[in-house]
């Protein structure tokens, strides 16, 4: 039993580490978007959340995606906070979004429509970077996976906080650094500048 669960274990990892390598007839590959998880208590990000640390074939096209509340029009240390797990060791291939009180659809009924408001989650949080990654994905029909999750983390906004390291991204043969932080990760996606050169 022990033997077909490490077995099936096994078969995820290479399906997913497949997945991204462009099989099944897609040029770009896939990339994987994990929710981080719920806990502020948390210093880290859900085990699956960190799996590339532990499998580094899945680390080429794979973002860990943390939840964190934001007020305000622009993004700043009193208009952003943490209502999740902080990216941590996955800081590197981490971003945050907005998915604290999401109004979801709870019911209809007859004529009446009833939203739940207190709905919150990284849930919530990573379905964003997956839409933000399907908008690259047709600006950019070239790209590959990983050039795709690049693109999202070089451009992503991290103004309000200062780096506790950088990660270098290469493209067109021009190097650009980016800053991240082990609560926030890269920042939050910013799409304009995803979708406009990165310098």
Request: proline share 4%.
């Amino acid at each position: 039993d022990v033997y077909k669960r490490q077995l099936s274990y096994k078969s995820w990892i290479e399906a997913m580490d497949n997945f991204q390598d462009s099989t099944g007839g897609n040029p770009q590959g896939g990339v994987i978007v994990f929710a981080s998880g719920n806990d502020t208590s948390e210093s880290d990000v859900s085990y699956l959340g960190a799996l590339p640390l532990l499998h580094t074939e899945l680390a080429e096209a794979w973002l860990s995606v943390g939840m964190v509340e934001i007020t305000g029009s622009s993004l700043d240390s009193s208009g952003i906070s943490l209502k999740g797990n902080k990216c941590g060791s996955a800081k590197e291939f981490c971003l945050v979004t907005d998915g604290f009180q999401i109004r979801t659809a709870a019911q209809h009924i007859g004529s009446g429509s009833f939203y739940n408001v207190s709905v919150s989650g990284s849930s919530f949080s990573a379905p964003m970077v997956t839409g933000a990654l399907a908008l690259l994905s047709q600006a950019f029909p070239n790209h590959t996976s990983e050039q795709l999750v690049d693109r999202l983390l070089a451009s992503a906004n991290n103004s309000w906080f200062t780096p506790a390291g950088n990660t270098t991204f290469t493209t067109h043969g021009a190097s650009v650094k980016h800053g991240y932080h082990s609560t926030w990760g890269h920042g939050v996606p910013d799409l304009e500048k995803a979708l406009s050169p990165i310098v």
